[in-house]
């Protein structure tokens, strides 16, 4: 039975358009290669989304008991967030406005529910005791 999962990271302070480029790279691989990819990108923002991708592992893992070795990454999307306007001085005594820009990550993994342990009943631990004894 497949379940899938969701994490979300809002207003992370990077472009969009810079932290797509990212997400491509693991979009549509397993949980344990896009973390191993995500740790040698030598991209700013690649440790945003390895965060976002990591925190939806362990919902997954303790949420909903979801073995971690069938994770896949089904979905992940980067939108704009909101925008922070700043200014910077200029000649003449001007002040020029600028934008940093946010993004927003959405990250939706699927993966196999782990089977449920059937354990002994307490008058079956108590037979094989006594046949120990």
């Given at each position: ?22 997400a ?48 896949k ?25 600028f ?35």
């Open positions: 039975m497949n379940i899938q999962v969701k994490a979300i990271a809002k207003g992370v302070r990077h472009s969009p358009r810079k932290v797509s480029v990212v491509t790279l693991v979009r549509n691989r397993t949980v344990p290669e896009a973390l191993t990819i995500l740790k040698h990108v030598p991209r700013r923002s690649a440790e945003s989304v390895y965060k976002v991708i990591a925190s939806a592992k362990a919902n997954a893992e303790h949420n909903e008991n979801v073995k971690p070795s069938t994770l990454i089904v979905e992940i999307t980067v939108t704009a967030g909101p925008r922070i306007k700043r200014y910077r001085p200029a000649a003449r005594g001007q002040a020029l406005s934008q940093r820009k946010t993004s927003h990550i959405k990250v939706t993994l699927e993966g196999e529910k782990r089977q449920k342990r059937t354990t002994k009943t307490t008058s079956e631990k108590k037979v094989v005791n006594k046949e120990n004894k």
